[in-house]
Each structure stands twice: as structure tokens, then as C-alpha cells.
């Protein structure tokens, strides 16, 4: 029996709290979750909090933003009703993706181009031409010597106040090495760009203000169009959401955050409160060593496939703990199709030949990946494909995907509810992982080392 503990669940996975608290021998605490007419998250603790020590469990799947949303409010209630330490349990990360880059996404343009340069149209919807020069653009007159020099001859013959129009002038003795050019500018309208350019504009009929390509006809002239286009990798104006995400549950009050299996593992850098990332990949290979090993000829019947180059390193520490061969999924985007994700040519380095190809990964949110995968595995030569998942999300129509693909079969944990997909899916089979956030939580409230999750070997 463990004392002095809270155990609140969210609405996202109550099936693993009841997991949870049956391991460690305490009930969920009572607390009530609804929505006001409007759709705002109603939360009210149900029992006193003070000086416990809270856990308040709550996956990233489902309806993601109220999940989390009501996460934010449930601890900053218990913080205001003065809990000793509050814990968020999230066995799937919320937002935990948004740390890669989009491939549809390229970066905001400069600036909206014309179709054509006739007539001198300038390059650039702003009056001005920018001080750094675009990719490809000629330098700026501005930025040369001589055209330094010049605009520092031009600004001397100027007096305070002055709005650039000889008829507002007062009369100030003028600098010999600058006479000739006031002088030029008395006999005629000013221009935008006169104090700018070496090579002045011509003189206009009106005191009109002119157009950037009137002010700067250097800058234009026999050249074609700025296309802008950024190279791959290009991240300006990509939404950072998981940095926010961070900061929100900081704000809110956590103390502790405990994880599963991040998608990225240097998310653990955007907090400044504990992070502990327990790893999924235990269960994942007493599974292929109990279940499928046994079954399919042993370590050299059997070959570990890491589905894209981001999971190699998750999947060669399962290979190489069990003594297995391992083979690598290249996607390789050609320049045409660079923004098309789902016409990537796909290239294994390995052999799988007359062998079970055990592909590993972290998430199956669509499950795009693995079908595919497991395509070109069974093209191979592979005589089983078997995808073993840690966060099986499973959304939109990743269910008939899956039923309809080549794998045999997938297996996931149950960080996210999986009843419904269970269902719908004969092929999946569900690993209980509410074994593992229990021991977690249970040397997390006694203070005691929880290296030895992460020490399966």
C-alpha cells in the first residue's frame, strides 16, 4: 500500500490509471471532468490534495487539445489546493512531433514578384530595395564605396530640419566640395533616391513621389526576376509547438514529467523541470524473444528493420541485444518530388531474404510508414512482416490500411486506448504498458533510483 499518493485520471485512458493503481494498490482518486455548454474544460478535485504527493495521468491520443487543455487545468487546481509535488503521466507526448520540419513546408517568400519587368516594374512590392541583397541580385549602389561617398556628400549639404525640397531651405554656407551638387538639385525636384544612387534619376515633370524602379533603374534593369526557393531544411516560420507545449505545462504548475518513447529525444531540453523518458523498446524485445523468435528460426531466421533513417539507432540496440541482423529503410526524394511525401522511393540496405522482417518504430499515426514498408520488404523476399510499435495512434483510415497492407501483423502498446482498434483490426495485437509507469511512479514517490528502467540488459 502506498501513502500519502494521489492518482487522478483524464479523460484520455482511464483504462490504464485502473492499470496503474491496481499495481500499486490505491484507488483513483475522485475527480470530476466535464464540459460547460460552450465546450470549456470543467475540472473539480474531488478529494484534498494537500501536501501529497499528486500523479495525474493523461495520453496524447484521441482529442489531443482537450486532453490537454484539461491536463493544464487539473494541475493547476491541485497546485492551488497547495499539492506537495504534482506529476504529469504522459504516456504519449502530446505534440511531441511538431519538432520535425514539414515537407510541404518552404519558408515564407520575400516578397510577392510581378509577373513581368516591362516598363521597369520593380522586383519588390515595398518602395525601397533592402539593404542586403537577394540571392542572385547585383549590390546595391548603396553598399559600394563610391556610393557611400556620395551619400555623405550629399547629406553635408544638407542643414537640420531640412525635408529635402530647395524652396524650404534656409540660406547656410554651402562647402566648396559640395556646391555643384546642390546646385543640381536648386534647378531641379528631388527625387527619392537622389541622395542614394551615383547615377541620379533624371529630372521629373511632377513632385510626385516616384516608384521604387524610377528611384533605382540600376537595380532592375536587364535582370530577371528573384525566385526564391530554400533549401531543404529551411525551417524559418515552421511552428515550434513543442517548445510552447513545455512552457504551458511548466506555467501550469508540473513538477516531474513522465514519458514514453519521445519522438525526438532532445525534447527533454525544452523543460526545466525533471524529464524521465521511459523506453518502450523493453517490451518490444521481450516480445520478439518470446513470441516470435521461438517461432520463426531463431536470431538468424528473424532480421530487425528500422522503417526510415530517424529510428536506426532505436531499432539496432533491440538487433544487437538479441543477436540479430539489421536492415535499413532509405527514403530517397528527388528534387521534382521533394515536397511529396508519399512518392519518396524507398531503398532497403540489408538482406531479407526468405527471412521475418521485424520493422520497429516509435509512433504509427497514419501507418503510411510501415504499409509501405512492408511492401517493399515482401518485394525482398520477405516471407513475414511483422511491425512492432510503441504508440499505435492509428488515425484517420490507418485501420484499413493496415488490414489491407502486406504485414502479417502489428503489435502496440496500450499508451493510447487501442479497444476500438482492436476491433477493427484483427492483424494488431496490444501490449499492457501500465506495468512499467507504475514501477516508474512507485520509485518516483519514494525517491528511489529509476535507472534500473532503463537498464534491461
Known amino acids: ?36 455548454s460552450v465546450g470549456e474544460t470543467r475540472v473539480e478535485v474531488g478529494e484534498s490534495v494537500r501536501g501529497k504527493d499528486v500523479f495525474i495521468v493523461q495520453s496524447g491520443g484521441g482529442n489531443v487539445n482537450d486532453h490537454l487543455m484539461e491536463l493544464l487545468i487539473t494541475i493547476s487546481a491541485c497546485k492551488t489546493a497547495s499539492a506537495k509535488r504534482v506529476t504529469a503521466v504522459l504516456p504519449l507526448f502530446p505534440y511531441s512531433r511538431q519538432s520535425d520540419l514539414p515537407y ?66 534656409p540660406y547656410q554656407p554651402k562647402r566648396k566640395d559640395t556646391l555643384d551638387s546642390i546646385q543640381s538639385d536648386v534647378s531641379a525636384p528631388s527625387t527619392t533616391g537622389s541622395y542614394f544612387e551615383d547615377n541620379p534619376a533624371p529630372a521629373a515633370s511632377t513632385t510626385s513621389i516616384p516608384t521604387s524602379a524610377a528611384a533605382h533603374p540600376s537595380s532592375t534593369a536587364n535582370q530577371p526576376p528573384i525566385d526564391f526557393k530554400p533549401q531543404r531544411g529551411y525551417k524559418q516560420w515552421v511552428a515550434q509547438a513543442g517548445t510552447l507545449v513545455a512552457d504551458l505545462l511548466t506555467c501550469a504548475g508540473a513538477d516531474h514529467i513522465i514519458t514514453m518513447d519521445l519522438h525526438d529525444p532532445q525534447y527533454q531540453g525544452f523543460f526545466d523541470i525533471p524529464v524521465d523518458n521511459l523506453y518502450g523498446r523493453h517490451l518490444l524485445k521481450k516480445y520478439i524473444q518470446h513470441q516470435i523468435m521461438p517461432k520463426y528460426g531463431g536470431p538468424d531466421g528473424c532480421v530487425i528493420v528500422s522503417p526510415d533513417a530517424g529510428g536506426a539507432k532505436r531499432a539496432t540496440n533491440i538487433a544487437d541485444a538479441l543477436g540479430m541482423d539489421f536492415a535499413l ?37 497514419t501507418s503510411n510508414t510501415i504499409t509501405r514498408a512492408a511492401k517493399l520488404l515482401k518485394k525482398e523476399g520477405a516471407h513475414t512482416v511483422l511491425a512492432l510499435v510503441t504508440h499505435g495512434v492509428f488515425s484517420g483510415d490507418a485501420v484499413e490500411r493496415i488490414n489491407a497492407s502486406c504485414l502479417d501483423k502489428v503489435i502496440a502498446t496500450n499508451s493510447v486506448p487501442q479497444d476500438e482498434h482492436v476491433l477493427g483490426c484483427p492483424k494488431l495485437e496490444v501490449l499492457e504498458v501500465g506495468t512499467v509507469f507504475a514501477e516508474a511512479i512507485r520509485r518516483v514517490h519514494h525517491g528511489e533510483s529509476i535507472s534500473v528502467l532503463f537498464q534491461y540488459d
Open 1 to 36: 500500500m502506498v501513502r500519502n499518493m494521489v492518482m487522478f485520471s483524464g479523460s484520455s485512458h482511464p483504462a490504464l490509471t485502473e492499470t496503474i493503481c491496481t499495481q500499486l494498490g490505491i484507488p483513483p482518486s475522485d475527480i470530476h471532468l466535464a464540459k460547460f
Open 104 to 169: 510541404n513546408k518552404v519558408g515564407a517568400p520575400l516578397a510577392r514578384q510581378p509577373t513581368s519587368l516591362a516598363d521597369g516594374a520593380s522586383r519588390y512590392t515595398f518602395e525601397s530595395r533592402p539593404g542586403t541583397p537577394a540571392p542572385g541580385g547585383q549590390e546595391s549602389a548603396g553598399l559600394t564605396r563610391n556610393g557611400s561617398q556620395h551619400l555623405h556628400k550629399r547629406l553635408n549639404g544638407l542643414s537640420v530640419g531640412s525635408n529635402g525640397n530647395a524652396g524650404s531651405r
Open 329 to 365: 529503410i532509405h527514403k530517397e526524394r528527388r528534387p521534382t518530388a521533394v515536397h511529396d511525401r508519399q512518392n519518396a522511393t524507398m531503398l532497403l540496405v540489408g538482406s531479407v531474404a526468405n527471412r521475418t522482417a521485424i520493422l520497429i518504430d516509435d509512433l504509427a499515426d
